[in-house]
């Protein structure tokens, strides 16, 4: 069994940062082709915030564009999504996603609070 661990939500105010971080931990390897993050804000769909395939093909939610940096760290089957200049748009639930030739894998969620 294969599980997606996050760290490092919580509450910030306008304009601070954040550093997501989302490694795979389990009893078996797994093939992982992409890592992605998406959120989830109260009473809104799931949305694709940034995605990252192989070690450097990135794409982002164009309001987070040059805000959100994701990186991945394939020899630890992790990614991470740091977050500058934050704002109150930005509250959400964070998921972080694996994508493998079986299907995704989904992080149980961290929640990100912007205060203003």
């Known amino acids: 069994q294969v599980q997606l661990v996050e760290s490092g939500g919580g509450l910030v105010q306008v304009g601070e940062s954040l550093r997501l971080s989302c490694a795979a931990s389990g009893s078996r390897r797994v093939t992982i082709t992409a890592m992605s993050w998406y959120r989830q804000a109260p009473g809104k769909q799931r949305e694709l915030v940034a995605g990252?395939?192989?070690?450097?093909?990135?794409k982002y939610l164009d309001s987070v564009q040059g805000r959100f940096t994701i990186s991945r760290d394939n020899a630890k089957n992790a990614v991470y999504l740091q977050m500058n200049d934050l704002t109150p748009e930005d509250t959400a639930v964070y998921y972080c996603?694996?994508?493998?030739?079986?299907?995704?894998?989904w992080g149980q969620g961290t929640q990100v609070t912007v205060s203003s």
């Open positions: 996603n694996a994508h493998t030739p079986w299907g995704d894998i």
């Open positions: 990252v395939a192989g070690s450097h093909t990135t």
